[in-house]
T-cell receptor
């Protein structure tokens, strides 16, 4: 089945540690997105990529980094510079730039130990 | 970027009642999405609106985009507990989302 897979479902981070959240899609989509969701709030855009080897900052990119070396993969690293990383992280993809709906993964809950 | 305001922030209704959720944009919408989310899960696509005055329905959910393309409403008829969740609107041109409306349906 085609879809978008996020792993792990739950992740714990120690102080000063970098952690990487995985996002893989087999839908042959060009565009991929990372969002952060805090309890009771909507989605905030962290980073997005319209094409392989290219990505842009969203509204809250500080403390995060991404790479897009392969079309199907868009991992997100939460660095130690992100002082409040506890949140629900959602990855999404869509075929092109506009007029196409986003397909979402099931999310990763990141917590700080 | 486009700012989307949703209202109300939360809504509690009795099963069987109708309800409306609104999404207002600071700029012209060239495409608007409605998604539903169960807490702690991914988003489920409901519908997309692109043209001024457009209206779409899926089962008991109807969404409209106004003629000026700056406001959308989502209407649920005869609500059921299965409608409970968070409803989010998103703008197509920059993929920003509103803060969401949390819907509770009491049996």
């Amino acid at each position: 089945d085609g879809g978008i897979t996020q792993s792990p479902k739950y992740l714990f981070r120690k102080e000063g540690q970098n952690v990487t959240l995985s996002c893989e899609q087999n839908l042959n989509h060009d565009a991929m997105y990372w969002y952060r969701q805090d309890p009771g709030q909507g989605l905030r855009l962290i980073y997005y990529s319209q094409i392989v080897n290219d990505f842009q900052k969203g509204d809250i990119a500080e403390g995060y980094s991404v790479s897009r070396e392969k079309k199907e993969s868009f991992p997100l690293t939460v660095t130690s510079a992100q002082k409040n990383p506890t949140a629900f992280y959602l990855c999404a993809s869509r075929p092109g730039r506009t007029n196409e709906k986003l397909f979402f993964g099931s999310g990763t809950q990141l917590s700080v130990l | 970027s486009q700012e989307l305001e949703q209202s109300p922030q939360s809504l509690i209704v009795q099963e069987g009642k109708n309800l409306t959720i609104n999404c207002t944009s600071s700029k012209t919408l060239y495409g608007l999405y409605w998604y539903k989310q169960k807490y702690g899960e991914g988003l489920i696509f409901l519908m997309m609106l692109q043209k001024g005055g457009e209206e779409k329905s899926h089962e008991k959910i109807t969404a409209k985009l106004d003629e000026k393309k700056q406001q959308s409403s989502l209407h649920i008829t005869a609500s059921q507990p299965s409608h409970a969740g968070i409803y989010l609107c998103g703008a197509d041109n920059d993929m920003r989302f509103g803060a969401g409306t949390r819907l509770t349906v009491k049996p």
